[in-house]
């Protein structure tokens, strides 16, 4: 184990609880014909804060390295998050939008899945977002984005020539920024005294009970709990005054920020800090816990895959997922084992998945010869698919899971 590094949030020690070893850029699919030498890989591991209890990785990742022209996530690829995010757009015109000529700035907002129900009301936006793969579809929608990376001095920029925000909102991004000091700063900068800053990412509650380990992978840099927020929130004058449990992308907490002394916490607020009290969910020993129960699936799954494959049975990949590069890199699983992933991202297909180089093809080639086993790695979005992919079933295929055990459905 390596030294500890101070939290990007307090500057205290961060203790590491997992290490999953040398990983690639989830979200770099190399073409066949790469050199191979020039992959990136760095050192994924996992620790938490000894004071202010945030869950962070040990090592980060320079950003252009990750989010540029090439990123290959499109939002708008799951009809649910089309409806999640359609939903979201429905609640903030409803319940913050409501001022004169009200400003919404959302931070990350990829493909424009959520601005786009906000630009069709005709309420003033704009998107930050510094992927410009994605950023160049939102814009082809009507969409007002800023092509560039969101920190202090962009929200200055914003604030000069749009005038303060009455809703900042972030989905799936804030928990990918570590410089989270010029984040917040910039949110002061920006936001009015009367508004609130919205963000959405997966909750380390849910990622500790259902040992969905996969979402730990470079783009992840923070694990967030109600109390870490609160704590986050406190140090840079504002104040959680509202959370939302959400059952997306396998558990998420929608958290809401106001300045400081601005609005009156929920109850809600006060409820999940005793939950996450009563579990001792930011301790050591549990994250240890953690930690052992990711070492049984990634035994349980290489055992299992090996075993079907020296039974001759056919096993495809499903969603080449950010996510899985973690599965995949950490249990040593390539093409001998899964011999290709499907995915409907036509910017993956024909590439390699990350580290470990299995291919990834059209869901054409699922369909034209069902395989016996689908190993899901788009599990979070498992109603959708399974409901998509009846035919499979029928046919006598099933499905591989690794969350929270490995089991066959
Ligand atoms: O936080 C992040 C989340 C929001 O998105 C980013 N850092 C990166 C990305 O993570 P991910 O790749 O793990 O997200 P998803 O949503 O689990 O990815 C689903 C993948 O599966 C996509 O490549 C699209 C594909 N897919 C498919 O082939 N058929 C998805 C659906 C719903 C389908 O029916
Ligand atoms: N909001 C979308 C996208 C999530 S993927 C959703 O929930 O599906 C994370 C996104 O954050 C990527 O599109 C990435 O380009 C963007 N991002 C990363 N760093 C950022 C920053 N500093 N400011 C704004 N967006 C950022």
Same mark, same amino acid.
């Given at each position: 184990?390596?030294?500890?590094?101070?939290?990007?949030?307090?500057? @205290?020690?961060?203790?590491?609880?997992?290490?999953?070893?040398?990983?690639?850029?989830?979200?770099?699919?190399?073409?066949?014909?790469?050199?191979?030498?020039?992959?990136?890989?760095?050192?994924?591991?996992?620790?938490?804060?000894?004071?202010?209890?945030? +869950?962070?990785?040990?090592?980060?990742?320079?950003?252009?390295?990750?989010?540029?022209?090439?990123?290959?996530?499109?939002?708008?690829?799951?009809? *649910?998050? $089309?409806?999640?995010?359609?939903?979201? @757009?429905?609640?903030?015109?409803?319940?913050?939008?409501?001022?004169?000529?009200? *400003?919404? +700035?959302?931070?990350?907002?990829?493909?424009?899945?959520?601005?786009?129900?906000?630009?069709?009301?005709?309420?003033?936006?704009?998107? !930050?977002?510094?992927?410009?793969?994605?950023?160049? !579809?939102?814009?082809?929608?009507?969409?007002?984005?800023?092509?560039?990376?969101?920190?202090?001095?962009?929200?200055?920029?914003?604030?000069?020539?749009?005038?303060?925000?009455?809703?900042?909102?972030?989905?799936?991004?804030?928990?990918?920024?570590?410089?989270?000091?010029?984040?917040?700063?910039?949110?002061?900068?920006?936001?009015?005294?009367?508004?609130?800053?919205?963000?959405?990412?997966?909750?380390?509650?849910?990622?500790?009970?259902?040992?969905?380990?996969?979402?730990?992978?470079?783009?992840?840099?923070?694990? *967030?709990?109600? $109390?870490?927020?609160?704590?986050?929130?406190?140090?840079?004058?504002?104040?959680?005054?509202?959370?939302?449990?959400?059952?997306?992308?396998?558990?998420?907490?929608?958290?809401?920020?106001?300045?400081?002394?601005?609005?009156?916490?929920?109850?809600?607020?006060?409820?999940?800090?005793?939950?996450?009290?009563?579990?001792?969910?930011?301790?050591?020993?549990?994250?240890?816990?953690?930690?052992?129960?990711?070492?049984?699936?990634?035994?349980?799954?290489?055992?299992?895959?090996?075993?079907?494959?020296?039974?001759?049975?056919?096993?495809?990949?499903?969603?080449?997922?950010?996510?899985?590069?973690?599965?995949?890199?950490?249990?040593?699983?390539?093409?001998?084992? +899964?011999?290709?992933?499907?995915?409907?991202?036509?910017?993956?297909?024909?590439?390699?998945?990350?580290? /470990?180089?299995?291919?990834?093809?059209?869901?054409?080639?699922?369909?034209?010869?069902?395989?016996?086993?689908?190993?899901?790695?788009?599990?979070?979005?498992?109603?959708?698919?399974?409901?998509?992919?009846?035919? *499979?079933?029928?046919?006598?295929?099933?499905?591989?899971?690794?969350?929270? /055990? !490995?089991?066959?459905?």
């Amino acid at each position: 184990m390596s030294s500890t590094p101070p939290c990007r949030i307090c500057a @205290a020690p961060v203790q590491e609880f997992f290490d999953f070893g040398r990983q690639p850029l989830s979200d770099a699919f190399p073409a066949p014909d790469a050199d191979f030498s020039q992959e990136f890989f760095f050192r994924l591991a996992v620790g938490v804060c000894e004071s202010c209890t945030m +869950v962070q990785l040990m090592e980060e990742v320079p950003r252009d390295k990750m989010f540029h022209e090439e990123y290959p996530y499109f939002s708008s690829g799951s009809a *649910f998050m $089309r409806e999640h995010f359609t939903n979201l @757009a429905k609640q903030l015109l409803a319940d913050e939008l409501t001022a004169e000529d009200p *400003f919404i +700035v959302e931070l990350g907002c990829n493909d424009g899945v959520m601005l786009k129900a906000i630009a069709d009301h005709g309420v003033r936006h704009l998107g !930050v977002e510094p992927s410009a793969s994605v950023a160049d !579809v939102a814009a082809s929608k009507g969409i007002r984005v800023r092509t560039s990376f969101f920190e202090e001095a962009t929200a200055r920029e914003i604030h000069a020539e749009d005038g303060p925000a009455d809703v900042i909102y972030a989905a799936n991004t804030l928990c990918h920024i570590p410089y989270m000091g010029s984040i917040l700063a910039g949110v002061n900068a920006l936001l009015k005294p009367t508004g609130v800053f919205v963000f959405e990412d997966p909750y380390l509650g849910d990622i500790v009970e259902r040992t969905s380990f996969d979402q730990i992978y470079d783009e992840h840099f923070y694990f *967030f709990t109600a $109390r870490s927020v609160q704590e986050m929130a406190r140090r840079n004058g504002l104040e959680l005054v509202h959370v939302e449990r959400l059952t997306v992308h396998g558990g998420e907490v929608r958290y809401f920020l106001a300045p400081a002394g601005q609005r009156t916490p929920s109850e809600a607020v006060a409820a999940l800090v005793a939950e996450e009290t009563e579990r001792k969910l930011s301790d050591l020993a549990t994250l240890k816990a953690f930690g052992a129960n990711v070492v049984k699936i990634r035994e349980d799954l290489t055992a299992l895959l090996t075993k079907l494959r020296d039974e001759g049975k056919t096993v495809v990949g499903y969603g080449a997922t950010a996510k899985s590069a973690t599965v995949t890199n950490l249990c040593g699983i390539g093409p001998d084992l +899964v011999p290709f992933i499907c995915d409907t991202t036509p910017a993956k297909q024909g590439r390699l998945s990350p580290g /470990t180089h299995i291919p990834v093809k059209t869901p054409d080639a699922f369909s034209s010869e069902y395989p016996d086993y689908a190993l899901l790695f788009a599990w979070n979005h498992a109603e959708e698919i399974m409901a998509k992919e009846q035919e *499979f079933r029928e046919a006598g295929g099933k499905w591989i899971l690794y969350v929270p /055990t !490995v089991h066959v459905v």
